[in-house]
């Protein structure tokens, strides 16, 4: 079984799309939450998702904001100034797929959170602290996260107290040990300075986890983030990944 692993697409639809032909076939997609906020085609990201099937697509911080189940204040103002529009231009049938969404799902030996399993909208497991408290929260031999956009993988070593921690090279596999929390990156808005579409592939039947690395058309993107108004920011910071 091939899995498709992708996170904070971040209502990028180039960036995607570019993933979804570069993967090439697979047998399922997980998708680990922040479809929509900060970028310009919000409607678009969800009516793609929408028609995959196989999906599995948890429920992101922003996902939640643009529910209303967040409040605005909470985000600093160029992500508010992008949650409020998307809130004013969310279809009511994409709406009600977010409101289905799930903040958490365990699939045979792999938990799935947006964040953490500890805490599965808001935190960030960015440090070797955060990581080592999170093994205590899921049981099974892994567990993805997105939310950093940052792609990151965590080994904790079995009955040992030994914290192995990567920046695992895009194209190259490697066999995620028993016991790991591992984090594909972000498809929409990168934050490694390596500005194309991050994504892994994950093989169930031999824990090899395989990131990788997507082109995509920026310049389209930051074109219409101008065209709708969004804050230059989010433009900007497309082209470098930060
Ligand atoms: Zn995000």
């Known amino acids: ?23 090439g076939p697979v047998d399922s997609i997980w998708c680990l939450g922040d479809v929509i906020g900060y970028g310009p085609y919000p409607n678009e990201c969800i009516e793609t998702l929408r028609e995959l099937p196989n999906l599995v697509c948890l429920l992101g911080n922003h996902d939640a904001a643009a529910l209303n189940r967040i409040p605005s204040e909470t985000f600093n103002d160029e992500a508010r100034q992008s949650l409020l529009w998307t809130r004013a231009v969310l279809k009511p049938a994409n709406r009600a797929w977010l409101e289905e969404r799930t903040e958490t799902a365990v699939i045979d030996d792999t938990t799935l959170a947006h964040g953490s399993p500890r805490n599965p909208v808001w935190e960030y497991v960015l440090d070797q602290n955060t990581a080592r408290q999170n093994f205590r929260s899921f ?31 895009p194209g ?6 028993v016991r790991s929390i591992l984090n594909p990156g972000s498809v929409g808005q990168p934050r490694d300075h390596d500005p194309r579409a991050a994504y892994a592939i994950f093989e169930i039947e031999t824990g090899i986890w395989t990131p990788m690395r997507a082109s995509y058309d920026i310049r389209s993107v930051q074109r219409r983030i101008r065209e709708v108004e969004l804050p230059e920011r989010h433009a900007a910071r497309l082209a470098d990944g930060w």
Do not use: Q, W
């Open 1 to 23: 079984m091939k899995i498709l692993v992708i996170s904070d697409i971040h209502a990028n639809l180039p960036a995607l799309e570019s993933v979804l032909e570069n993967s």
């Open 139 to 169: 049981k099974t031999n892994y567990c993805m996260v997105g939310h950093t956009h940052i792609p990151l993988a965590f080994h904790m070593v079995p009955r040992g107290r030994l914290l192995h921690f990567a920046f695992p090279p």
């Open 172 to 177: 190259e596999p490697f066999m995620a040990p």
